[in-house]
């Protein structure tokens, strides 16, 4: 898993490990702490104590083909778990959501606040995508670009600061920090005299350093004039702000319960001596080949279905929701700790 700071990984390895140890395996589980280098040690390691199968969810998809190469000498199954590992032949399966359709959900939220089928605004909105060394991060800015593509082209929505492009937009380790600090120059270059009207935030703890950075701007979350701003991960604090009405409204849920179903389902699947099941074999293209893939359905949160989801379903208990804190506080110091 790639590091802890974010809940899912959290969750999931603990899912995984669980799942794992269940069907009468031994698992190690392992963090790399955003940190590549990390990473390939550690997969290093685990080939040299002679694991039978990898779950990687990369930290630099394209860090890993010679560690990978090893492990394929090994006679390692290797499983790209949520986020594709790129520029390698070794890679057996991936298990992922449908990574498109997240950043659909997202500007599908923006347009749906905003509007815009009645009212013609012009709306002013920025955009942020993820780590560009994540090969999600391009997966979700696409269908969110897409989506609001319409109403950028007859002029409805205007990105003042021009930046639509992924490189310009990422946010490096998927930090808050790095997020806030960029939402603050957009704000200092653009939006001196101009109302911002929606931000497109594609993880929960981005989410949070544009709205720390706004409420240092002076807007106030929940009132009028501060921007809709979406997410994913239903992190728990995240969902505190949506059910608050404290400045995020929107957030994508991945029940990774179910992701972890899936990679330890193909696991045991190919212990068994059969092929694990896939519902996707023409999008995922690593460089070398279309990596078979099973595909969950990414679900849209906002204020009117978050217990639904996520505590009727036990995702979250109500408890979590209300003592959550920032998990990236160590890593900068956002206003709400
Ligand atoms: C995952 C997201 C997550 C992000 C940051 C992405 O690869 O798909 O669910 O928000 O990494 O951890």
């Given at each position: 898993m790639p590091t802890k700071t974010s809940e899912r990984w959290d969750i999931e390895g603990a899912a995984l490990e669980k799942q794992l140890t269940d069907f009468g395996y031994q698992a190690i589980l392992e963090y790399g702490d955003d940190d590549p280098e990390k990473q390939v040690e550690q997969i290093q390691g685990m080939v040299d104590q002679g694991v039978e199968f990898l779950i990687i969810a990369a930290i630099?998809?394209?860090?890993l083909g010679e560690v990978l190469a090893s492990a394929k000498d090994n006679g390692v199954y290797i499983i790209s778990y949520d986020r594709l590992i790129l520029d390698t032949p070794d890679v057996d399966y991936y298990a992922s959501f449908d990574n498109y359709q997240v950043g659909v959900l997202q500007a599908e939220h923006i347009l749906q606040r905003l509007n815009v089928e009645e009212e013609s605004g012009p709306f002013n909105v920025e955009l942020f995508s993820g780590a560009?060394?994540?090969?999600?991060s391009q997966y979700f800015f696409q269908g969110g670009l897409d989506t609001l593509e319409r109403y950028t082209y007859d002029g409805t929505?205007?990105?003042?600061?021009?930046?639509?492009?992924q490189g310009e937009t990422s946010t490096e380790r998927w930090s808050g920090a790095v997020a806030m600090e960029r939402m603050t120059g957009l704000m200092e270059d653009y939006y001196e005299d101009e109302r911002l009207d929606a931000v497109l935030c594609p993880y929960d703890g981005i989410s949070r350093g544009v709205i720390y950075a706004l409420e240092d701007w002076g807007l106030t979350p929940g009132s009028d004039d501060f921007p809709v701003i979406t997410g994913q991960d239903a992190e728990a604090l995240s969902i505190q702000l949506i059910r608050d009405g404290e400045g995020q409204t929107q957030t994508v849920f991945k029940d990774t319960r179910d992701l972890a179903g899936v990679a330890s389902g193909m696991v045991k699947t190919i212990v068994g001596g059969s092929e694990p099941e896939v519902n996707?074999?023409?999008?995922?293209?690593n460089g070398f080949k279309f990596v078979p893939a099973f595909l969950l359905e990414p679900v849209s949160i906002d204020e009117s279905n978050w217990q639904e989801e996520l505590v009727d379903s036990e995702y979250l208990t109500e408890e979590e929701i209300d003592d959550a804190?920032?998990?990236?506080a160590e890593e900068y110091d956002p206003p709400r700790n």
């Open positions: 630099d998809n394209r860090s560009s060394d994540d090969s999600n929505i205007r990105i003042l600061s021009g930046q639509t492009e996707d074999l023409g999008t995922y293209d804190v920032e998990p990236q």
